[in-house]
């Protein structure tokens, strides 16, 4: 297969490389990350203007009928500068969401001031115990007198501060997965705000009897389009932590050029030598495995979730070295915040976490092979 870029894909990342190395060098991330969660910085209204937030969206809703390809592009280049918007937790997931399941009312006021910048989402789907399981769901949904009325909790919703509206799963009486439009100030919704260990703004989400118009309902049978999702996503992840890795790797490698010991470079040292070299083997064995992560997204659902599942598992599990070498190559120094490899490091032990961590996927890769 020809893995080349076109010319407008190169262009893309072209572009995202000189935004991000203007906009979200390191002082300037700490900035940000300090700032209460805003749906409209300047940064993400910067990515409205450019189109970077239609871009993953098929034309028939608006958006540029971008591919896995694309989306790697944006993911990569958001990795490698550690951007702390969050384009795949309050656009990409719910976003593609409202596409497969809302009408065009549902659409109109929902999706297009999303693709336009206006406004953020955020999508509840993990809970207590379910272990990374989307479709292990104890959430109530039933219908009283014309409404739709939620019970249950749902943990780590990244975004959640910053959204406007969450989109909650929940098992409705029939034993079918629904998922409903709980907006930000419906009554009887509370939260728990923290952040991350790599800074990123989530929350857990109360639903205490919360009442909606039926007209929130996006679907009464989200199984499938919810698989459909989680695959992006994780696809979408593979790409952040490839440039994630990448950068980890170049920072090691310089923090070795520099520093000296007895007189001489560390990387003069054989045995640091073939370390950097293990780092840069489980790096670019990733990089293939997200690229074809990316490529399967078209794909039938079990060949698309097979091939997805084993590249998260091998990626969770380069990330974690890629972390690990980084750390140890840099001494003491690399686990204080004054050193910026570490916020690497952070971020490419949790990127096993979000969306299921190495086991999980390692157990679906098995399942799959076996119903095969």
């Known amino acids: 297969m020809d893995f080349a870029l076109t010319d407008e894909q190169r262009m893309l990342e072209d572009t995202l490389t000189r935004l991000v190395a203007d906009q979200v060098y ?63 937790a309050g656009l990409v997931l ?32 993990q809970e207590v115990g379910a272990r990374y399981d989307a479709f292990s769901v104890a959430t109530q949904a039933t219908q009283q007198d014309g409404q739709w009325q939620l019970t249950g909790r ?33 009554p009887g919704t509370s939260t728990n705000l923290y952040r991350t260990i790599d800074d990123q703004p989530a929350g857990d989400l109360t639903l205490d009897s919360v009442t909606l118009p039926l007209t929130n309902c996006l679907s009464e049978d989200v199984s499938d389009v919810l698989a459909e999702v989680l695959a992006v ?17 170049d920072q090691t490698l310089a923090y070795l050029k520099e520093r000296k010991q007895f007189g001489l470079p560390l990387s003069t040292f054989q045995a640091l030598q073939h370390r950097m070299v293990d780092m840069h083997l489980h790096l670019e064995q990733s990089r293939s495995m997200a690229i074809l992560a990316a490529t399967s997204l078209a794909l039938p659902a079990s060949e698309r979730d097979y091939k997805v599942a084993a590249a998260k598992a091998y990626c969770g599990e380069s990330a974690r070295f890629i972390a690990e070498q ?38 679906t890769v098995s399942d799959l092979l076996t119903a095969a």
């Open 233 to 249: 996503g994780r696809a979408a992840l593979c790409a952040q932590a490839i440039g994630a890795m990448e950068e980890a790797c």
């Open 94 to 125: 719910p976003g593609q969401l409202l596409a497969l399941t809302a009408n065009s009312e549902q659409q109109t006021r929902w999706l297009a001031p999303l693709l336009e910048g206006e406004h953020q989402l955020a999508l509840a789907w």
């Open 154 to 186: 749902k943990d780590v919703v990244l975004n959640l501060e910053a959204a406007a509206a969450t989109l909650v799963t929940a098992r409705l009486a029939n034993g079918k997965l629904g998922v409903f439009i709980v907006p930000a100030d419906a």
């Open 326 to 363: 980084a750390i140890q190559l840099h001494g003491a120094i690399g686990m204080t915040e004054e050193c910026y490899v570490a916020n690497y490091a952070k971020h490419l032990v949790m990127f096993d976490h979000y969306l299921g961590d190495s086991d999980y996927h390692l157990e």
């Open 26 to 88: 390191p002082e300037q991330r700490r900035a940000m990350l300090a700032a209460a969660p805003n749906g409209s910085s300047v940064l993400w209204r910067t990515f409205a203007e450019l189109g970077l937030l239609h871009m993953p969206f098929s034309e028939d809703v608006g958006g540029l009928g971008g591919d896995g390809t694309d989306l790697m592009i944006i993911m990569q280049a958001f990795g490698r500068g550690l951007v702390p918007e969050p384009y795949l």
